[in-house]
């Protein structure tokens, strides 16, 4: 089924940037339309990016203009370029197909501070 695993996370400034990676296992990664969420303390699981097989991209307003999804499916390898980021960002960020059907990570954790 595949292995998922992120990496990337760190403690930054208001402000400040970091690039999260997401390596997967799955023979067929090229196929899968893949996606960024986060889950921050107290609150649901939301999808923040997604790319399609076919490159199409699509970001929650909250991120928008800050954030860059990417991926190499040479590598199988999903990126997050964050920008500008705000202490609403901090949360544990996850990779996982649009639908979420592959078995969950371990994330990696953002915290930005004020």
């Known amino acids: 089924q595949g292995k998922l695993v992120e990496s990337g996370g760190g403690s930054v400034q208001a402000g400040g940037s970091l690039r999260l990676s997401c390596s997967s296992t799955r023979v067929f990664y090229s196929r899968d339309d893949m996606g960024w969420y986060r889950q921050a303390p107290g609150k649901q699981r939301e999808m923040v990016a997604t790319?399609?097989?076919?490159?199409?991209?699509n970001y929650v307003d909250s991120v928008k203009g800050r954030f860059t999804i990417s991926r190499d499916n040479a590598k199988k390898t999903l990126y997050l370029e964050m920008k500008s980021l705000k202490p609403e960002d901090t949360a544990v960020y996850y990779c996982?197909?649009?639908?979420?059907?592959?078995?969950w990570g371990q994330g990696t954790l953002v915290t930005v501070s004020s």
């Open positions: 790319i399609s097989s076919r490159l199409d991209i």
């Open positions: 996982n197909t649009m639908s979420g059907n592959y078995p």
